[in-house]
């Protein structure tokens, strides 16, 4: 008797297993869109913050009242979502580090959408050099900048060091100025104007106690220069970078 | 045949009678309106409602969670006060308090709706049982709450919507949606309720009526902080301007210099409205010397009752020991963990931070104002940060101290009557902030209770200055959470404290001393700033009401009006009373000041190298800021997301 109880209940409950969970009539995500926000002159990728720096603002139409949803960049440019419904979508840009930017009625197919937006950064950071003098025990860099329109002008140009390659205005060591080793410099008047020729040299003084203290491990540091750009009538703007660089101290 | 009949005709009629009108049912737990407001206290408990909820950001004031968090049960969740979500103060908490906007969800359109609908009731008993001079008070206080209630929504959000009487559910329903009001639009409503408000208040209040009703002065008070906000919003907005559809409304924004011009006219009105005719002063302006500049001070916010005379509006309480759901506890989250009471714990975590203390002034007086630098090394470098005290270098010139306290010697009065400092005394204790020792040899122990170091004298030293698990109130197991009681900051939180008794021993809700909304010294510096910012009004003015606050701090000399001195002088004198937050909001300063930004603590360290010991200070990063890379601020953070777009259909603000 109790054994037929125990099949009895055993067999109830594989029942209930096998029939009580469908799936939902929902379809899944079947699309994937990936690429890169890239300069439309030079066609390089757009470096940014991962946290708080450009996002891609989508709305999938269809809706009465379409809700944004944002998705992540990486922070050389990149970006990949792998969970996306086939339909149609209107891509907005704002509070990035480049001017505000749209796409719309984008139509994303069933499987991979590759989808590069090309857009103009505020900032352009060229000929990037960052080196460790091992003579003055100092991080050097240098740069020159170009305005993405002739309107930009520049705020303040920096050199960011940190412990992994996330470095950047929002993921950052703080370092201490020395007379002769600036790592951020700040920009009034005249000197906010963008000129082609003009070199910026930025350096972080390991010899100053607080800094050895920050580099006082043995390791790789990543080091990253960026310049925040002053535009009217974009809303937030955000810092420009080039691609970090490796030190090992 | 016929007894069946009968048994029917019953059980039909019992069917029938059987329900009454369920719906028409009047409820028996609750008075209903029409017995309420027949009567005068039946007003009063519906209007004593209406302060209740007035969103007065008090000691029960919780950003992270909600307004009024009261009773017995009422954890903090971690945290109070605004400060700690600015540079003046790091709370140590489980609940987080770091550098971020507002999550209290404030957002009390039930509240508005009280309010409409006490609008409706009052009118209704107008000639009845009010005369008109009391439904003129009511009409007026009811504005006054729908001031403050607003004014806390266009703080948080811009523009909202702007309801100004009972919305009805029948009908036409899209009534219901209002849309949101430009923020110029929203603001402007906040100072009409103001004026409203300043129509029938009365100048003085007594206690039979209510002693905590709001005077005409609360009204003008109120109206010079938000007409302040107001213009720095449309002055500073391009400091960190948005965009987006609600901008593009104008539902945030928009507003320009000629509007803020005219809302720094009236701050300059309203403020001067209360300097000239209340009768309000300063309480204790012309102090001996900076001592007994430091005891008035404590007094003041010790026990408000003292000061009436500098108080235009404050919030009291009962106890809540004896009367549920009341009574604050910022004497049991605020005194330093040397005073901990068994088995609590959030003892002592309110830490103002050494960017406040650095700002204070000392008594040089030589007419410009700069803060007093705290000496720590004899070589003049005072602008080096090191990221933990363990990074200290042996061969850094620190100045040698013979106690924690005499480094503070000679700084403003105010420091020492709203911050307990290192080696000051409170309530039988003296305040132990030790945070590490070197010992002979070089070697350093910090930021822990255990290890200890013989120094030269063949004495045994500890590096929180004890073994005593209660003997010290700072740098203790930080990073470990729950039972991290103390400061991370080498200060404790002084203001409010009560220090001459103990309230009643009750965790959460045994304090009563009351809060100070709104006093004279902000108006001052309210007139102050408006008057520099805009070129209106009275610079000289300015210039007197802002060293009227310094000479009531035992400063014998006169510094200029400038923007940046009335707003060191804001963050000084308004230290922890909620101003510093919405000040850095207003003027577009969070987002520079915080990029990923460390607060500052300083770290009395004993030094054993030396023979008797003495301490050193060590100025260092904030445990926690530097634990966590920095904190930021985010610029689409001056405004909240608006809750429930997608059933109230209206526009969300900016990054959301």
């Known amino acids: 008797m109790k054994k037929t109880l125990y099949i009895l209940s055993l067999f109830t409950s594989l029942v209930l297993f096998a029939t009580s969970c469908q799936k939902d009539n929902y379809p899944y995500p079947n699309a994937q869109v990936f690429g890169a926000i890239r300069d439309s002159i030079s066609g390089g990728l757009i470096e940014t913050d991962l946290n708080s720096g450009s996002q891609i603002g989508v709305y999938e139409q269809g809706y009465a009242t379409p809700v944004i949803r944002n998705w992540v960049v990486k922070q050389n440019g990149e970006y990949r979502n792998n969970l996306v419904y086939s339909n149609t979508y209107n891509f907005v840009f704002q509070s990035c580090n480049f001017f505000p930017y749209s796409l719309n009625g984008v139509e994303i197919k069933a499987g991979e959408n590759p989808i590069d937006f090309q857009v103009i950064p505020y900032i352009r950071l060229k000929n990037v050099s960052i080196t460790y003098d091992a003579a003055a025990n100092k991080i050097n860099a240098t740069f020159s900048i170009e305005g993405g329109k002739p309107t930009v002008k520049v705020a303040k140009v920096s050199l960011y060091a940190f412990t992994d390659i996330y470095v950047g205005e929002l993921v950052k060591k703080t370092l201490t100025a020395t007379a002769t080793a600036l790592p951020t410099q700040t920009l009034a008047g005249a000197d906010q104007t963008i000129l082609p020729a003009t070199v910026y040299s930025l350096s972080i003084d390991l010899t100053q106690v607080a800094n050895a203290a920050v580099f ?13 750009g002053i535009q009217t009538g974009v809303g937030t703007i955000r810092t420009n970078y080039a691609p970090y660089v490796v030190i090992p101290l | 045949m016929k007894k069946q009949k009968i048994f029917l005709i019953i059980a039909v009629i019992t069917l029938l009678s059987a329900c009454n009108k369920v719906l028409d049912l009047q409820p028996i737990d609750r008075v209903p309106a029409s017995q309420l407001f027949t009567d005068i206290r039946g007003l009063k408990t519906v209007l004593a409602t209406l302060y209740n909820k007035c969103p007065i950001e008090d000691y029960n004031y919780v950003p992270n969670s909600t307004m009024n968090m009261t009773g017995s049960g009422a954890d903090r969740g971690g945290g109070w006060s605004l400060d700690a979500h600015t540079d003046n103060m790091v709370i140590v908490s489980h609940g987080g308090d770091a550098v971020a906007p507002t999550n209290d969800g404030y957002w009390d359109y039930t509240g508005i709706r009280y309010i409409n609908g006490f609008f409706d009731n009052i009118k209704a008993l107008k000639g009845n049982i009010l005369d008109d001079a009391s439904y003129n008070r009511l009409w007026s206080e009811a504005h006054w709450i729908r001031a403050y209630t607003y004014y806390a929504l266009v703080s948080r959000y811009g523009g909202v919507p ?45 206690a039979t009526e209510g002693s905590l009703r709001a005077t005409v002065w609360a009204a003008y008070a109120l109206k010079s902080r938000a007409a302040l906000h107001a213009a720095s919003i449309a002055k500073y907005w391009n400091n960190a301007p948005l965009t987006g559809p609600a901008v593009d409304a104008k539902l945030v924004g928009g507003m320009t210099m000629t509007d803020a011009n005219a809302y720094y006219q009236q701050c300059i009105d309203a403020s001067k409205a209360i300097i000239d005719n209340s009768g309000k002063a300063l309480y204790m302006p012309n102090p001996a010397n900076p001592t007994a500049a430091a005891t008035n001070l404590q007094a003041l916010f010790e026990t408000p009752a003292v000061a009436d005379v500098e108080i235009l509006y404050k919030k009291g309480y009962v106890d809540g020991v004896s009367t549920q759901a009341q009574g604050h506890q910022i004497d049991f989250y605020g005194y330093p963990s040397q005073l901990q ?38 070589d003049g470098n005072e602008n080096t940060y090191l990221p933990t005290p363990n990074n200290l270098s042996l061969t850094t010139p620190y100045k040698y101290y013979n106690s924690q306290y005499d480094i503070f010697a000679g700084k403003d009065a105010r420091l020492f009557a709203w911050i307990m400092l290192p080696g000051s005394a409170f309530k039988g204790i003296t305040l132990n902030c030790q945070g590490g020792l070197i010992k ?38 930080m990073g470990t959470d729950l039972s991290a009681n103390g400061s991370s900051t080498g200060f404790v939180i002084k203001k409010f404290l009560q220090e001459k008794t103990t309230p009643t021993a009750s965790r959460y809700s045994g304090s009563t001393n009351d809060y100070i909304v709104f006093r004279m010294a902000e108006i001052y510096l309210n007139y102050a700033e408006a008057a520099i910012e805009s070129g209106q009004g009275d610079a000289a003015l300015a210039k007197t009401y802002l060293n009227a606050i310094r000479k009531r701090a035992a400063h014998t000399d006169q510094i200029p009006a400038t923007i940046a001195n009335i707003a060191k002088e804001r963050q000084v ?13 207003r003027k577009r300063e969070f987002h520079t000041l915080f990029s990923s930004s460390r607060r500052k603590s300083l770290v009395p360290v004993m030094d054993l190298r030396v023979n008797p010991p003495k301490y050193i200070f060590v100025r260092v990063n904030n445990y926690y800021d530097e634990a966590a890379n920095g904190v930021t601020w985010n610029p689409n953070s001056y405004y909240r997301s608006i809750p429930g777009t997608a059933s109230n259909l209206l526009i969300q603000n900016p990054g959301f």
């Open chain 2, 341 to 378: 009471q068994a088995s609590a714990f959030m003892f002592g975590r309110m830490g103002p931070t050494l960017d406040l203390v650095n700002l204070y002034e000392n008594y040089t007086d030589n007419g410009i104002g700069a803060p007093g630098v705290l000496v720590t090394r004899t």
């Open chain 2, 162 to 206: 702007i309801i100004k009487k009972s919305l009805t559910i029948g009908g036409d329903n899209s009534q219901l949606y209002v849309p949101r009001s430009t923020e110029k639009e929203t603001w402007d409503f906040v100072l009409a309720e103001c004026d409203s408000a300043i129509m029938y208040l009365p100048q003085t209040v007594n």
């Open chain 2, 440 to 477: 002979p040899d070089g070697s350093k122990i910090m930021y822990t209770i255990s290890g200890s170091g013989v120094g030269l004298d063949g004495l045994t030293y500890y590096p929180l200055g004890t073994t005593n698990a209660i003997g010290f109130s700072c740098f203790s197991q």
């Open chain 2, 573 to 585: 004198e308004l230290a922890f009373e909620q101003r510093h937050y919405w000040d850095l909001i």
């Open chain 1, 216 to 228: 006082a491990i043995h390791r790789n540091y990543y080091f990253r220069v960026g310049a925040m």
